[in-house]
């Protein structure tokens, strides 16, 4: 059964930058599978960041960025501010169905 | 402004049924995929099921093939779950998304809890 993979949690200072990644327990990620990220604050519903790799949906500031590295998808996110303390998702686009990663946590300190 | 509006949800027993709805509003409905996802309290975000623009493909996930069904009415601008034979693991918050593309998602409802227990 094919998991895809995020870092449980990850922490940043402010002002500093962070990159979450988004990998596939056997395989490669690849623009082929869509990549997108979402991120969620306690009680919230998600918020779209980024689609297709590296789209950024609308009203998402430039310092959330999306792309491929290596064999995963990765979320930047460059001057970390308080406020960007969340859970963020990555999603896989697999043909017949999309998987979610299981979320990483991100703190700001 | 693109508006999602879940209901439907609430308290039932194991092995009844649940339809819920999702109201749209603020842009062409019926030129969009739809999706479901589902989130279990202090947990993760899992994709549920999808429909394309004209309710002429569906896809679920495997742990609710069978049990759940998605539809839509476009006239009414209405994405619809139907839930049967529900389990103590189906408890959620169940979140309409609309499709961007057919891949990923891009504007969100609020959700709607529903809780299978006896």
């Known amino acids: 059964q094919t998991v895809v993979t995020q870092e449980p949690s990850f922490s940043v200072s402010p002002g500093g930058t962070v990159t979450l990644t988004c990998g596939l327990s056997s395989g490669s990620v690849s623009t082929d599978y869509y990549p997108s990220w979402y991120q969620q604050s306690p009680g919230q519903p998600p918020r779209t960041l980024i689609y297709?790799?590296?789209t950024r949906s609308s009203g998402v500031p430039d310092r959330f960025s999306g792309s491929i590295l290596g064999n995963k998808a990765a979320l930047i996110i460059t001057g970390a501010q308080a406020d960007d303390e969340s859970d963020y998702y990555c999603?896989?686009?697999?043909?017949?169905?999309?998987?979610f990663g299981g979320g990483t946590r991100l703190t700001v300190l | 402004e693109v508006q999602l509006v879940e209901s439907g949800g609430g308290l039932v027993q194991p092995g009844e049924s649940l339809r819920l709805s999702c109201a749209a509003s603020g842009f062409t409905f019926s030129s969009y995929w739809m999706h479901w996802v589902r989130q279990v309290p202090g947990k993760g975000l899992v994709w549920v099921s999808r429909?394309?623009?004209?309710?002429?493909?569906?896809s679920h996930a495997d742990s609710v093939k069978g049990r759940f069904t998605i539809s839509r009415d476009n006239a009414k601008n209405t994405l619809y779950l139907q839930m049967k034979s529900l389990r103590a693991e189906d408890t959620a918050v169940y979140y309409c998304?609309?499709?961007?593309?057919?891949?990923?998602?891009?504007?969100w409802g609020q959700g709607t809890l529903v809780t299978v227990s006896s």
């Open positions: 297709n790799t590296n």
């Open positions: 998304a609309r499709g961007s593309g057919w891949y990923s998602f891009d504007h």
């Open positions: 429909m394309n623009s004209d309710g002429s493909r569906t």
């Open positions: 999603v896989l686009y697999m043909g017949n169905y999309m998987l």
